[in-house]
């Protein structure tokens, strides 16, 4: 081959491995999304799976009632293969209420449901400062008199109705919506303060959109078409098959539920991505409910499989957290003991084949890994902590001299030259140059030498902070670029766990061969139990048949600022809407 034709052909590979670039940042999940881990689930054939409130985030679910709506049923005839018409969404109707799409819906009539905006929420109400109901609407207070008020509902300001009210009366205001009138605002005139700024209080407050949605038979989703729409349920169900292959990220209801296939297994894991406004979310796991009223004690357990929060390899398929509840029979407490998060080691191997004879101590031929409060770390032995894994993953990424990339935690990985047989790198942090090598790229014949390695000792322990493998060098249109792959890059700043060290309710009682944790202490199960800094656990109390029924279920708060939903503008004491109440329903 001559050198011209060898130019050539670099030329041309290098344009297919930036086309397969751009093709794999069309296909990734967009970024911003909330995503909602929820649980594993077997995708083999003849496999059958239930997703629903209960054991799913994404789905309605009210965590002060157990009320869910809401189910997506999955019937597979081959490994990752789901036959048209074999996936079916039903949103059940009960007492006027449903939901949709992981929202909550009030029923206007059959195939006309509006979303329901609040639930049992409360706010204070001024003359000046009207309550904005979306769509032209709003309730104004136009008076009060000693102990009771004139409200008043507009629409784009002209009256629609008025009401006076007492203290303590429940009111209703009606809109008309394509002709037929509809209650939008519901609740209980609670207080009435007759000042010369006079304010009242609405508790109990129910308030639903005034853009309904119009559901009929034959519509699409998606890939999902509605199949029926009665007083008893909306159904879909898929109108082509959906495949699914390990490796691949599957939507199955658009806006809903996505599913990431394991890397090797017909395993796959739910997710719900949501870019919803208020980026305020309780993420929760299966809830699994107790008899308390025998004579026998209870237990639940929850690992990946059934709180997806929870750390899970989809790439070697295990998990290596479980959180575990123990009741005694005559208690109403959590015993000594009785509440436990533990999380296992498991030994992975280097992506990055130069990388599997370097190694001391835990990072002898791999790193251990252990998910922790949900997230990926690198176990560094006993008593000596656990690093954050920021990159490990098989993605090539190309670059070009002079280019910077930003690694996290404040280093930088440069380009400072390229040549067609080396290229000179280097890792910063803060600006300042940590470490420098000269490469050579993997098509050289010295088997061992395409890794550019930074090592740094932490706790005691030689840790290859980062590497990422030289695999090519690219030539086009004058510039030289380098393709880099296997990126591997732990955190230097460890999480020190120790026995006695507490997190949460829980205090660590073993840091080898697995990290583990228990109450020192009885414990008061509640809505909000905090077992470590990040992981609750909440309960509900139902009674049934004349048994007391307990529902625990785990969950994650991912939470930005969020001011408050039904602000008030007083400084006397309002009971307010609890983000819960208006995310979930009650």
């Not at 209650?183 to 639903?208: A, F």
Request: proline content about 3%; glycine content about 8%; overall charge negative.
């Amino acid at each position: 081959m001559t050198y011209g034709n060898k130019k050539t052909r670099i030329f041309i590979n290098f344009y297919i491995i930036f086309l397969i670039l751009l093709i794999l940042i069309v296909i990734t999940p967009v970024e911003g999304a909330i995503e909602q881990r929820g649980p594993i689930v077997n995708i083999s054939a003849g496999e059958h799976t239930i997703l629903n409130g209960e054991n799913c985030p994404g789905f309605y679910y009210s965590t002060s009632t157990g009320t869910y709506y809401e189910s997506l049923e999955l019937n597979f005839s081959g490994d990752g293969l789901i036959d048209t018409g074999n996936a079916t969404y039903t949103s059940k109707i009960s007492y006027g209420s449903t939901a949709f799409f992981g929202k909550k819906y009030k029923v206007f009539e059959n195939g006309l449901i509006t979303e329901n905006l609040v639930s049992y929420g409360s706010r204070d109400l001024q003359r000046g400062n009207d309550y904005d109901l979306g769509n032209g609407y709003k309730l104004v207070l136009q008076g009060v008199n000693n102990d009771s008020a004139l409200l008043e509902l507009q629409q784009n300001s002209v009256p629609v109705t008025t009401e006076s009210l007492e203290e303590g009366s429940k009111f209703k205001f009606n809109a008309t919506i394509n002709g037929t009138k509809y209650t939008i605002l519901e609740g209980t005139l609670s207080r009435v303060l007759d000042s010369k700024d006079p304010i009242v209080s609405l508790s109990s407050v129910s308030q639903y959109s005034t853009a309904p949605i119009e559901i009929n038979v034959g519509d699409q989703y998606g890939s999902f078409e509605v199949t029926e729409a009665t007083d008893k349920k909306i159904e879909l169900k898929n109108r082509v098959p959906i495949r699914m292959q390990p490796g691949d990220y599957v939507t199955i209801l658009k806006d809903l539920i996505d599913f990431r296939v394991a890397d090797n297994v017909y395993r796959a894991c739910s997710y719900n991505m949501t870019k919803d406004v208020i980026k305020s979310y309780q993420i929760k796991g299966t809830s699994l409910t107790v008899n308390r009223s025998d004579s026998s004690s209870d237990s639940c357990v929850w690992t990946a499989d059934s709180f997806g929060m929870l750390y899970y390899d989809l790439e070697n398929n295990f998990s290596t957290e479980r959180l575990e509840l123990n009741l005694n029979a005559e208690d109403d407490w959590i015993p000594e003991g009785g509440l436990v998060y533990e999380s296992s080691p498991v030994k992975v191997p280097y992506k990055n084949p130069e990388m599997r004879n370097y190694g001391e101590n835990a990072f002898d031929g791999g790193y251990s890994v252990l998910g922790w409060d949900g997230e990926k770390y690198a176990y560094l032995g006993d008593d000596q902590g656990i690093v954050n894994v920021l990159m490990d993953d098989n993605n090539s990424r190309c670059l070009y001299s002079g280019d910077e990339w930003d690694l996290g935690e404040g280093y930088t990985l440069r380009v400072d030259d390229i040549e067609w047989d080396k290229v000179h790198l280097t890792v910063l942090r803060n600006n300042a140059t940590v470490y420098s090598s000269i490469i050579s790229p993997g098509k050289s014949a010295d088997l061992g030498t395409h890794t550019f390695l930074y090592n740094k000792t932490i706790n005691g322990i030689d840790v290859p902070l980062f590497s990422i493998y030289v695999n090519n060098v690219l030539e086009g249109n004058g510039r030289s670029g380098v393709s880099l792959k296997y990126p591997l890059h732990f955190s230097e700043s460890p999480l020190e766990i120790k026995v006695g060290d507490t997190f949460g309710a829980l205090t660590v009682v073993e840091t080898s061969p697995k990290i583990r944790l228990e109450n020192e202490n009885a414990l008061n199960f509640g809505s909000d139990l905090e077992v470590t800094e990040a992981i609750h656990l909440g309960s509900f109390e139902k009674e049934t048949g004349g048994n007391l029924n307990v529902t625990f279920f785990p969950f994650m708060n991912k939470v930005e600022k969020v001011d408050s939903v039904l602000p008030t503008v007083t400084q006397w004491t309002i009971p307010t809407m609890s983000v819960e109440e208006y995310l979930l329903g009650n």
